[in-house]
């Protein structure tokens, strides 16, 4: 019979597929000794069934539940849903990756009318008793029933006004009684029964719950931003519970064994005396720094800063750990890998080098190579910084400056964030159900809650600019408005917000680029020393080209010539070139594209300092470069520059509009139908390469890409015309240089016959982003609108224009480069489609043996770190 529940002592921390990570650390600790209050976790297989047998869960399970919860009984010597001395337990999600935020846990359970009495005997607490009761309450309607937990909040606060507390804390035990009946009003009125009474009912709805809340759509989102696979499922963990509110010897908290913000090694948290766990999360109350902890509570500080090093020196990493003091007595909650910033990531890498707890192969694998996008993306000016207007300050929560509009709800930034706007939204305190919004948001900015609060540990995971518990802002959701220090700001106002200082200012402030300098560097060094797999830039300009080379490209991957003439200066020519009426008309206008396009090459070439630059000819749909039809002022502009009528453009427009621009006129179609395309281009090409080797001694290395070629003869018609043109410069010119004819793969047709193309080409570059496009039958403009019912329709995971689509495009890929490979060895592969800056692509790609990848400026340094990480993770699976 399959095993699906595992009691703690029986599990370890390499069992993670099974326990999920929170089981398997639970495991771990309580093997080395660790205070852990026991219990058993339901495995993430247990899930996964649980979605195969139609959300029900299976007799077998539930009998192996019920027989780890009798052990469980033994272990406290109290028997669940007993009414005088009742074990209580709380259940809580956890994945094999954490997933913060997305899953949800109940505290308290096993409580019901009856036992709460017991509880309030046995502990001479009644406050205690109803104030976990009122708990469980509220969280089983919220996570299991999905009662909107605001009708809770507003009850609680009805209460305290009426009474006149100001903290939940200054509630009395009648007030709780009070705050009992009302939420369990709430509950009735919501579901038309009673609050469920027996506690086995309560505990198998509540693991039901927990397998369900794996396919919220938050968590679908959160996989989907993650690269987590939908069917690996989330394990269930129940535990005795112990009490942080039992009284001023009690308390609960998180920490961190270093700055999650900075990486900085000194032990990192929050704590709060006489709370439960949700307290300190949800940002309800502001709580502690754990160093105050050593004068409350000396010894059991002594006690946690010990389990801290013990911690960390036996995962070799840095912890988030939770904890609970039940009158003075400290019990570890949970332990895991902590999530931290890039710059925390990169400094804890290289500090646990340094200390010897850590290979530099390891802490390559330590930083997640998506994150470096924080480091690599611009700090405010000082000096704009000095002349803002300061508006308020909060903790900093997650570092990075971001600036733009301001939005109250999570709905309406992701609106925003959609339409390209710069979002910051700004929440009293955020929840799981805003996530999405927070994603799209440039920063986030809160008024309540602590370092360690929702917002706070979402965004850090998220890379996102964070303020938190900017605690003079008056923020008033409804009417989209909040108001510091006498001054109103409303939805859509700037705002400038630094999540290094936890400084938030008036308007736009101007930003400065960042470079890869200190530990970043060093962390670099070592993962170029691991990768196989060469990494290049996409670029058009030499601004570009420069600052992929500061960023460690290798040459360039892409250089898309269209864009080289969207600049106002250079569409002229490029009109007249696409307006011309025959081919000579087409070559004047040519010469005059000439000039730019060659000065641009020899800046390029010059940037890259002999680095190899691939030169894709043009690409564009034509019409891409002249007005739409509507727009007439922009036509009779064009006519009088061109020097002809209104209407003799709206014809040439008519004639070069396509049904299906993107199967169209372009790439090597166009110069199949205007050989002088690329034979400008060719001159453009070489007479750069010749000028800039002549006048710097650079090595120059040209490589000619021809796009989106189906067939071989394709190829050959368009390469015939380079080098023939070639030849010409080198006579005209008496001097030859080396260059290389390859080709972009980017047609499903190209990988089919790969063989054939390769026999015609010196390389082979895979533009997946049309390669994905016409594999599919997704149009790359559209797809957009309609993937997001695939995902919630669990067909797709991800965007297959983001993240290689492995199972389909993958193979055609891999099918390529083995043809390619068969027809001529030492053929060059590439890959310079978005993908290319993927992680996860990447990984791929150094798999099936590319030779470079390809992607933006700002990827390269993720591309390299993910390029390391997979040459690292082979070498170890070959061990
Ligand atoms: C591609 O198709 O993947 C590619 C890189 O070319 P473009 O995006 O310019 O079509
Ligand atoms: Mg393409």
Redesign the pocket.
């Known amino acids: 019979m399959t095993k699906y529940v595992y009691l703690f002592r029986e599990g370890n921390a390499s069992m993670k597929n099974t326990l999920g990570g929170k089981g398997a650390n639970l495991a771990e600790m309580t093997n080395i000794g660790l205070p852990v209050p026991q219990g058993f976790t339901v495995s993430t297989e247990a899930c996964t069934r649980y979605y195969a047998d139609n959300k029900t869960v299976a007799p077998e399970i539930e009998a192996q539940i019920f027989t780890a919860l009798a052990e469980t009984e033994k272990e406290y010597g109290k028997k669940f849903g007993d009414l005088n001395d009742p074990l209580l337990v709380s259940v809580r999600s956890g994945a094999r990756a954490s997933m913060p935020g997305m899953m949800d846990t109940i505290l308290n359970l096993g409580l019901n009318d009856v036992a709460v009495l017991g509880l309030a005997r046995l502990t001479s607490n009644e406050r205690f008793a109803y104030d976990s009761y009122r708990r469980f309450i509220q969280m089983f309607s919220d996570v299991v029933m999905e009662i909107d937990k605001q009708k809770f909040h507003h009850a609680l606060e009805a209460v305290k006004t009426e009474n006149g507390c100001k903290q939940d804390t200054d509630l009395t035990a009648e007030n709780l009684k009070e705050v009992v009946r009302r939420y369990k009003e709430i509950y009735v009125n919501a579901m038309g029964t009673e609050f469920p009474q027996d506690p086995k009912t309560q505990l198998m709805e509540a693991i039901k719950a927990v397998f369900r809340s794996w396919d919220n759509d938050r968590a679908i989102y959160y996989r989907r931003m993650n690269d987590i696979p939908g069917d690996w499922g989330t394990a269930v963990n129940v535990q005795g519970m112990v009490f942080g509110n039992m009284g001023d010897d009690c308390g609960t908290g998180v920490a961190f064994t270093r700055n999650p913000s900075t990486g900085e090694k000194k032990l990192y948290g929050e704590y709060l005396m006489n709370a439960q766990g949700e307290d300190v999360v949800a940002g309800i109350r502001t709580p502690r720094p754990i160093d105050t902890m050593k004068d409350t509570l000396p010894e059991v500080y002594e006690q946690f800063v010990q389990i801290a090093n013990t911690l960390e020196s036996h995962y070799h990493d840095m912890q988030d750990m939770e904890f609970t003091i039940e009158r003075g007595k400290l019990f570890m909650l949970q332990t895991r890998n902590g999530k931290r910033t890039a710059g925390a990531a990169v400094k804890i890498a290289v500090d646990l080098v340094e200390e010897g707890q850590l290979t530099e192969e390891e802490a390559v694998l330590k930083v997640e190579p998506k994150q470096l996008d924080t480091l690599l993306h611009p700090n405010f000016d000082t000096a704009a910084l000095k002349a803002a207007t300061l508006i308020t300050s909060g903790l900093p929560a997650s570092p990075g400056a971001a600036a733009g509009a301001l939005y109250f709800t999570a709905a309406d930034a992701a609106k925003a964030g959609k339409e390209g706007k710069a979002v910051i939204l700004i929440r009293e305190e955020t929840t799981p159900e805003d996530i999405e919004g927070m994603d799209m948001a440039r920063g986030i900015l809160t008024a309540r809650g602590g370092m360690t609060s929702h917002a706070a540990v979402v965004a850090r995971g998220m890379g996102r600019p964070a303020v938190v518990g900017a605690s003079a802002l008056h923020i008033d959701e409804k009417s989209k408005s909040v108001t510091v220090n006498g001054k109103t700001y409303h939805e859509g106002d700037k705002v400038s917000m630094d999540g290094t200082s936890g400084n938030v200012y008036e308007g736009m402030v101007a930003t400065v680029e960042t470079a890869v300098t200190g530990d970043f560097a060093k962390l670099m060094s070592w993962a170029d020393k691991a990768r196989t797999l060469k990494v290049r830039t ?1 670029a058009d300009t030499p601004r570009d080209t420069k600052q992929g080379v500061e960023f460690g490209a290798e040459g360039i991957g ?1 250089c ?1 010539t269209e864009h080289m003439f969207f600049e106002a200066s250079r569409v002229k020519a490029m009109r007249e070139m696409i307006l011309s009426d025959n081919a000579q008309q087409r070559k004047a206008a040519l010469a005059r594209i000439l000039p730019f396009q060659q000065k641009d090459f020899e800046e390029m070439y010059i940037a890259l300092e002999g680095r190899p630059m691939t030169v ?1 000819y043009l ?1 564009p749909p034509l019409h891409e470069f002249l007005p739409q039809l509507g727009m007439k002022d922009e036509i009779a502009a064009i006519a009088k520059e061109l020097g002809t009528t209104s209407e003799a453009i709206v014809a040439k427009i008519n004639d070069l509009h396509e049904f299906n621009p993107m199967m169209g006129h372009r790439g090597c179609r166009l110069a199949v139908t205007y050989p002088e395309i690329a034979e400008m281009q060719t001159r453009a090409v070489i007479q750069a390469a010749l000028k800039v080797r002549r006048e710097t001694g650079l090595d120059v290395k040209p490589e000619i890409m021809i ?1 989106l070629v189906g067939t071989v003869k394709e190829l050959k018609f368009v390469k015939s015309i380079v080098l023939e043109t070639a030849e010409k410069i080198f006579a005209e010119q008496n001097e030859r240089i080396e260059f290389q004819v390859g080709t ?1 793969i ?1 047609i499903p047709r190209a990988c089919v016959v790969a063989d054939k193309i390769a026999e015609e080409a010196d390389f082979f570059s ?6 994905t ?1 016409m594999t599919f039958g997704f149009s ?1 403009d559209d797809a957009g609108k309609f993937l997001d019912s695939y995902y919630s329709g669990k067909i797709l995971e991800s965007d297959p224009f983001a993240r290689l689509d492995q199972e389909g495009v993958g193979s055609l890929v891999k099918m390529a480069a083995e043809k390619g490979r068969s027809a001529r060895s030492g053929l060059k592969l590439g890959i ?3 993908h290319g800056g993927d992680p996860s692509t990447i990984e791929f790609c150094h798999n099936i043996g590319l030779n470079y990848v390809s992607c933006s400026p700002f990827r390269v340094p993720i591309a390299r770190l993910a390029a390391a990480q997979a040459a690292i993770k082979e070498k170890q699976a070959k061990k």
Not at 766 to 771: C, I, Q
């Open positions: 996409n892409l898309r894709r690409d796009p972009m980017e895979f533009g997946t982003n049309d390669l496009q790359r310079c489609g978005e």
